[in-house]
Nanobody, 124 residues
Framework: EISLVESGGGSVQPGGSLRLSCVASRYTYTSGVKAWFRQVAGKEREGVAAVVTRGGDGTQYYGDSVKGRFSISHDNDKNAVYLQMNDLKPEDTGVYYC???????????????WGQGTQVTVSS
């Protein structure tokens, strides 16, 4: 079992930027992939970005709606993963969750461990 703690959410105007952070309590092989999801009330959880953090892989996936605007990165020394969000739009509003699993995917059922979420609001 591992725990994930997100931080960095907040309110920003359209076109602004935010950086989310997620720190895992420990590293395991089954948590060697980290991802960010987001969810709006009444809608399914949407995969935003994912990265292979085990070894020196670094392979990344992005959801179509965030390509070119969001960037995922990681720091294995800190068991941390980050999501840099630029050119934010109102439709990016939601609760952002950090997740850990063993398969690179943007499907929520592939992830075993989840954080509590951090709210991101994009509004003028």
């Amino acid at each position: 079992e591992i725990s994930l703690v997100e931080s960095g959410g907040g309110s920003v105007q359209p076109g602004g930027s935010l950086r989310l952070s997620c720190v895992a309590s420990r590293y395991t092989y089954t948590s060697g992939v980290k991802a960010w999801f987001r969810q709006v009330a009444g809608k399914e959880r949407e995969g935003v970005a994912a990265v292979v953090t085990r070894g020196g892989d670094g392979t990344q996936y992005y959801g179509d709606s965030v390509k070119g605007r969001f960037s995922i990165s990681h720091d294995n020394d800190k068991n941390a993963v980050y999501l840099q969000m630029n050119d934010l739009k109102p439709e990016d509003t939601g609760v952002y969750y950090c997740a850990a699993g063993s398969i690179l995917s943007l499907l929520s059922h592939e992830y075993e461990f989840w954080g509590q979420g951090t709210q991101v609001t994009v509004s003028s």
